[in-house]
């Protein structure tokens, strides 16, 4: 009898690991694919054709947060765009610059 019921909880242990292994990847998941929209998104509204372009600076997101296409692919990211707007100050605090990247990474994280 104990020794089922070892196996029993044994297997539901992995099992719950196993949950949690796949919850992770598909968190990861969903969040390269956030980034490859906004970053896609981005590119297409700063028309960018140099690495100049690429870099952000608060005064670039401030004149593409009035876009309605940046403001839709935020919302369809589950980003919250008016806490976003509150935080674009914190976030270019120390750095007058920042690469779209960790831009985009930082506003994915808030």
């Known amino acids: 009898v104990y020794l089922l019921l070892t196996t029993i909880t044994i297997m539901n242990m992995m099992i719950g690991v ?8 598909q968190h990861a998941e969903q969040m390269s ?6 970053r896609d998104t981005f590119l297409a509204a ?5 690495l100049d372009e690429l870099v952000m600076s ?13 403001l839709r692919a935020l919302q369809a990211c589950s980003v919250d765009v008016m806490g976003l707007f509150e935080l674009v100050e914190f976030i270019f605090r120390d750095d007058e610059r ?13």
């Not at 196993?18 to 990847?25: S, Y």
């Not at 700063?46 to 140099?50: I, L």
């Not at 920042?98 to 808030?110: C, D, I, K, R, T």
């Open 18 to 25: 196993l949950v949690e292994v796949v919850k992770c990847a």
């Open 46 to 50: 700063v028309d960018a054709r140099s």
């Open 33 to 38: 694919c956030d980034i490859k929209i906004l």
């Open 58 to 70: 608060k005064e670039k997101v401030w004149t593409l947060m009035q876009e309605d296409r940046i």
């Open 98 to 110: 920042m690469s779209l990247g960790g831009f985009l990474e930082v506003v994915l994280q808030a």
